[in-house]
Structures are given as structure tokens and as C-alpha cells.
């Protein structure tokens, strides 16, 4: 006799983030204006800080690596998009700052993407998100646990 697993509602819900994962992944990897998704963004979350953050600040709030973050920033600043200094109250702190038309490109990405947000979420009811986000997050904290 053969093993078949149950094919249970969470079975279901972790093969659909999954394969939502890995769609999402592809969209990211295109090109948007000549910079990767991944850069682009990282130019968005930059943008959406009131002040400019830490290099460290920056890692934490996109859940990404110290170090692969400053690669992205090194492209981003070479492409004169964002201005990397040494924060005058700690010389051990680097301060990340888009410049004028990295906030521009940064806009311009914010409104593309909300026309695939608005695609995307169009039949999809309010509550459903709001249920959805709480699941997601409940979600991470087991994988902390685990990781």
C-alpha cells in the first residue's frame, strides 16, 4: 500500500504561499527602469522612512542581511539613486539617503505597483486581507521558533 499524505486545508494553504512565493520572487527579478526588483524595492522602503535610517535600521525593516543590503545600496548609490554617509554621532553607523531622483523613481514604482495591488486584490474582500495578514503573521512567528 502506498503513503498518501492528508491533503488537509494547511497542507493547501502552505502549497499556495509557496508557489505565491515563488511567482512573487519572478515578478521582483524583473527590471524597472534599468534596476532589479530587489533594488527597487529596497529604493521604496528607503523612501518610506520619515528620516533616514541606519544601514542596520534598512536590514531589519526588509528582513534581509546586513551585508546583502549594502550590495544593493552600493548598485543603488553608483546609479546615483541614494547617498551613503557616516553618521556624525557614531563612526561606526552608516546613514542611507535617496537622493531627489530616487525618491522620483521610488513614486513611480509606488504607483505602478498600487495599479498590480488594486489588480490583484480587486475581488478579494477587506476582511479577507485583514484575516489573511493575521494568519501570515502567525505564520512567521512559527517559523522563528523553528529557524
Do not use: W
Not at 69 to 75: A, D, P, T, Y
Not at 112 to 128: Q, R, S, Y
Amino acid at each position: 500500500m502506498q503513503y498518501k499524505p492528508t491533503d488537509s486545508t494547511e497542507r493547501q494553504l502552505l502549497r499556495s504561499l509557496s508557489y505565491f512565493s515563488v511567482r512573487l520572487k519572478y515578478v521582483e527579478r524583473k527590471s524597472f527602469f534599468g534596476l532589479s526588483g530587489r533594488q527597487v524595492l529596497l529604493l521604496a522602503s528607503l523612501c518610506s522612512f520619515d528620516e533616514p535610517p541606519s544601514l542596520t535600521e534598512l536590514s531589519e525593516a526588509n528582513g534581509a542581511s546586513h551585508q546583502n543590503i549594502k550590495q544593493i545600496l552600493l548598485k543603488l548609490e553608483r546609479a546615483g539613486y541614494v547617498t551613503l554617509s557616516i553618521d556624525e554621532n557614531d563612526s561606526r553607523t552608516l546613514s542611507v539617503e535617496p537622493t531627489k531622483s530616487g525618491r522620483e523613481l521610488a513614486q513611480l514604482y509606488d504607483e505602478k505597483i498600487g495599479d498590480v495591488i488594486d489588480m490583484l486584490f480587486e475581488d478579494i474582500p477587506e476582511k479577507d486581507v485583514a484575516t489573511c495578514v493575521d494568519v501570515v503573521e502567525k505564520l512567521r512567528e512559527g517559523l522563528k521558533e523553528l529557524i
